[in-house]
């Protein structure tokens, strides 16, 4: 009877096994039907590359270094920010937006093949070591950049606090390359700071759009308004440099200035990638004369504050043309704790205007000399203007979405001022710094504020609030 009952289980397994093995065929089946045969052709081709690069490779290398190898390229062939993050690198991106880490104190992208700073961070080892927006690193140590990954040299400059990495820098309008001795710290980024201008006004510089940003701003707003009895005259925010960070905390500042209306929206192709960020009504609202100030360093989260500001005509923008990364990157979690940071959608501002490869046009230009520390340091070292890099001079950069057609805002009144002539000649070491005409520019700005209100709102169709794009 055991027997019987022992083939009867046998039978009984068998039956199922087919089954399985019968269902897991059919979906096997309709996931084949549902790609085109060009996709399992590329695949096909993919998986003899990797054989053959299995035996015949000089070293013997493993099917996940390879594997790791062909991801990192892939997304790096769609964009400039899509990536795939180790489990080290998807650990550190958690702590960045933290502001506390090890390291430098710089964003940096790839141009041309070359480690590119986009801009320092205040206050951080690369900044007090006179590293710019636009300097090409081409080694780190004794280690060439050239075609080096955003990770692999994230990895090299980051270390213990105290200990040293060398820079070797190419810089425009410096005949040769220099190096620069950085010593690592741990960087704790206070990412607003905020001061009193002469005349009454207040002045905010935001450096990064971190877990705190929005509540830094909010706190130093109620100083001002305390410090002048209830009311504040007026305010420059400053996003020169600033590389951007958490979306979800450009919106608060955003919201700090608005009183209603949309921030920005985005477009994608699945509908969760469609979003619309709004401002509160307040009952309290005051309308202060404002003035954003921005540069080619302004990139992403800062550019999303100045165009959502500059389209509800809340401030006037000064400075010079921005990076124009109008891009949404979502981090997408995989089983084994890597991550892919891939680009998903567009950020729009209230009228409708794509920020990407394009950025955010000031309504006063006001260019600003960047003579260097290192330059005046290195024997027939000019001071020169170098292009600032921007999110268009990226290889693989996409297009902003709206065609050729594509108007920037126009300037309130047309007007640029010149930097200061240098007559060819060299500052001293030590001698002071150049006077910051933006900033200047933008008291200028508060000191007649109707007059440039009134030019502003002559310009173009303010923003709605509640823009249907």
Same mark, same amino acid.
């Given at each position: 009877?055991?027997?019987?009952?022992?083939?009867?289980?046998?039978?009984?397994?068998?039956?199922?096994?087919?089954?399985?093995?019968?269902?897991?065929?059919?979906?096997?089946?309709?996931?084949?039907?549902?790609?085109?045969?060009?996709?399992?052709?590329?695949?096909?081709? $993919?998986?003899?590359? %990797?054989?053959?690069?299995?035996?015949?490779y000089?070293?013997?290398?493993?099917t996940?270094r390879?594997?790791?190898?062909?991801?990192?390229?892939?997304?790096?062939?769609?964009?400039?920010?899509?990536?795939?993050?180790?489990?080290d690198?998807?650990?550190?991106?958690?702590?960045?937006?933290r502001?506390?880490?090890?390291?430098?104190?710089?964003?940096?992208?790839?141009?041309?093949?070359? %480690?590119?700073?986009?801009?320092?961070?205040?206050?951080?080892?690369a900044?007090?070591?006179? %590293?710019?927006?636009?300097?090409?690193?081409?080694?780190?140590? /004794?280690? $060439?950049?050239?075609?080096?990954?955003?990770?692999?040299?994230?990895?090299?400059?980051?270390?213990?606090? @105290?200990?040293?990495?060398? %820079?070797?820098i190419?810089?425009?309008?410096?005949p040769?390359? $220099?190096?620069?001795?950085?010593?690592?710290?741990v960087?704790?980024i206070?990412?607003?700071?905020?001061?009193?201008?002469?005349?009454? +006004?207040? +002045?905010?510089?935001?450096?990064?759009?971190?877990?705190?940003? @929005?509540?830094d701003?909010?706190?130093?707003?109620? !100083?001002?308004s305390?410090?002048?009895h209830?009311k504040i005259?007026?305010?420059?925010?400053?996003?020169?440099?600033?590389?951007?960070?958490?979306? /979800?905390?450009?919106?608060?500042?955003?919201?700090?200035?608005?009183?209603?209306?949309?921030?920005?929206?985005?477009?994608?192709?699945?509908?969760?990638?469609?979003?619309? +960020?709004?401002?509160?009504r307040?009952?309290?609202?005051?309308?202060?004369?404002?003035?954003?100030?921005?540069?080619?360093?302004s990139?992403?989260?800062?550019?999303?504050?100045?165009?959502?500001?500059?389209?509800h005509?809340?401030?006037?923008?000064?400075?010079?043309?921005?990076?124009?990364?109008?891009?949404?990157? !979502?981090?997408?979690?995989?089983?084994?704790?890597?991550?892919?940071?891939?680009t998903?959608?567009? +950020?729009?501002?209230? /009228?409708?205007?794509?920020?990407?490869?394009v950025?955010?046009?000031p309504?006063?230009?006001?260019?600003?000399?960047?003579?260097?520390?290192?330059?005046?340091?290195?024997?027939?070292?000019?001071?020169?203007?170098?292009?600032e890099?921007?999110?268009?001079?990226?290889?693989?950069h996409?297009? /902003?979405?709206?065609?050729?057609?594509?108007?920037?805002?126009?300037?309130?009144?047309?007007?640029?001022?010149?930097?200061?002539?240098?007559?060819?000649?060299?500052?001293?070491?030590?001698?002071?710094?150049?006077?910051?005409?933006?900033?200047?520019?933008?008291?200028?700005?508060?000191?007649?504020?109707?007059? $440039?209100?009134?030019?502003?709102?002559?310009?173009?169709t303010?923003? !709605?609030?509640?823009?249907n794009?």
């Open positions: 009877m055991s027997v019987i009952k022992k083939n009867r289980w046998a039978i009984s397994f068998a039956i199922v096994l087919i089954a399985c093995f019968a269902l897991l065929e059919e979906r096997a089946v309709q996931r084949a039907n549902a790609l085109p045969a060009e996709t399992y052709e590329d695949l096909e081709t $993919f998986a003899n590359v %990797l054989s053959i690069v299995q035996k015949n000089v070293e013997p290398v493993t996940k390879l594997i790791d190898g062909a991801i990192t390229g892939m997304l790096a062939a769609l964009d400039p920010h899509s990536a795939y993050l180790t489990p690198a998807y650990r550190d991106l958690q702590v960045d937006t502001g506390s880490f090890g390291g430098l104190g710089i964003e940096i992208t790839v141009r041309n093949g070359m %480690l590119t700073i986009v801009a320092p961070i205040d206050d951080t080892p900044d007090r070591a006179g %590293l710019k927006s636009g300097d090409e690193i081409v080694k780190i140590d /004794n280690d $060439f950049t050239k075609d080096m990954t955003l990770s692999d040299a994230v990895k090299r400059m980051r270390g213990p606090k @105290g200990s040293k990495v060398s %820079l070797t190419h810089r425009d309008g410096v040769d390359l $220099f190096s620069v001795a950085v010593t690592r710290a960087i704790r206070q990412s607003v700071k905020a001061k009193a201008l002469d005349g009454g +006004y207040g +002045y905010l510089r935001v450096s990064t759009f971190q877990e705190s940003t @929005g509540d701003v909010e706190h130093a707003l109620d !100083t001002f305390k410090q002048d209830g005259k007026g305010v420059v925010l400053d996003l020169r440099d600033d590389p951007g960070g958490l979306l /979800n905390q450009a919106v608060k500042v955003a919201d700090e200035f608005l009183n209603g209306g949309m921030i920005v929206y985005t477009e994608g192709r699945l509908e969760n990638q469609r979003q619309k +960020y709004f401002a509160h307040k009952d309290d609202f005051v309308d202060y004369p404002m003035v954003v100030l921005v540069n080619g360093g990139a992403s989260a800062s550019e999303i504050v100045a165009g959502a500001l500059q389209d005509r809340r401030a006037v923008v000064v400075g010079t043309q921005t990076f124009g990364k109008g891009s949404v990157q !979502t981090i997408l979690p995989l089983d084994d704790k890597s991550a892919l940071k891939l998903t959608a567009r +950020y729009l501002t209230p /009228n409708g205007r794509s920020i990407q490869a950025g955010i046009t309504d006063v230009e006001v260019d600003l000399p960047k003579p260097t520390l290192a330059a005046l340091e290195i024997p027939g070292g000019a001071v020169e203007e170098h292009p890099i921007r999110e268009s001079d990226l290889p693989h996409f297009q /902003n979405g709206q065609g050729n057609g594509v108007k920037a805002a126009p300037a309130s009144n047309g007007e640029t001022v010149a930097p200061p002539a240098a007559n060819g000649e060299l500052p001293a070491a030590g001698a002071k710094k150049i006077r910051d005409i933006q900033l200047d520019k933008a008291i200028d700005v508060l000191k007649h504020w109707d007059t $440039f209100k009134t030019q502003l709102a002559k310009s173009d303010p923003a !709605t609030s509640a823009a794009p």
